[in-house]
């Protein structure tokens, strides 16, 4: 069965380093691979979309990878600060839907610590 | 320009009563989608619906919950008979298209509570 999995313990930085969490798929062939953050009562805020054809994206101190051979993305944040503390899930598009239909990973927590 | 509104953010209810979440989408958009997420859980898709149209519903249990989306108002997530499973957190999201290739826009969700 498809199958999406992420850290499911806290990354713990010091502000300043880089963040780096890890979305592993299998079963899965997708187009289009997504990072969403999440804060604690709120809805999933997008952040980047990459697609299957492109190896990096970047968005000021975020960047993401995506590796179709690996069955992975890897999503880095920057020079951290307290204010990037969230949960970060990633998703994909289900194969053959012809719609939007996502599946989320569960999601690594990140806390920054000052 | 307002985001995905959803409402009411908490919701209680006793076992055996009916829930009725809504969500109104960003404006312009027209694909709405449902999603529950369980505490240490991932959010898992439950319906995608168009204006008048369930396009799929493979997501949502196959009794007890039902969803719309009418020409004219919000689209409503209805759970009838609620049980003490139902508590979750229950996430609105919308697109102005159909394809992957753009995000979903996602309210900050109702918090349904069973007693």
């Not at chain 1, 899965?28 to 969403?36: E, K, M, N, R, V």
């Not at chain 1, 598009?93 to 690594?108: P, S």
Request: glycine share 6%; aromatic share 10%; with cysteine.
């Amino acid at each position: 069965s498809q199958k999406i999995e992420q850290n499911s313990e806290a990354l713990n930085i010091q502000e300043g380093k880089t963040a780096t969490l890890t979305c592993n798929y299998t079963n899965y062939s997708p187009a289009y691979l997504q990072w969403y953050r999440q804060d604690p009562g709120r809805g999933p805020v997008f952040l980047l979309l990459i697609r299957e054809n492109e190896k990096e994206k970047r968005k000021e101190r975020l960047k993401v990878t995506f590796d179709t051979t690996l069955k992975q993305s890897l999503f880095h944040i920057t020079a951290s600060q307290p204010a990037d503390s969230a949960t970060y899930l990633c998703a994909l598009d289900m194969e053959n839907t012809g719609f939007q239909k996502l599946v989320f990973g569960t999601g690594t927590r990140l806390l920054v610590s000052p | 320009n307002a985001g995905v509104m959803q409402n009411p953010r908490h919701l209680v209810r006793r076992r055996g009563q009916e829930a009725r979440l809504r969500c109104s989408p960003m404006k312009g958009h027209s694909h709405v989608y449902w999603y529950r997420q369980l505490p240490e859980e991932g959010l898992k898709f439950m319906v995608y619906l168009q204006k008048e149209n369930i396009i799929d519903e493979s997501g949502m249990p196959k009794e007890r919950f039902s969803a719309e989306f009418p020409k004219e108002g919000p689209s409503i997530l209805r759970i009838q008979q609620v049980v003490r499973g139902d508590s979750a957190a229950y996430f609105c999201a919308s697109s102005p298209v159909k394809e992957s290739n753009q995000p979903q826009h996602f309210g900050d969700g109702t918090r349904l509570s069973i007693l």
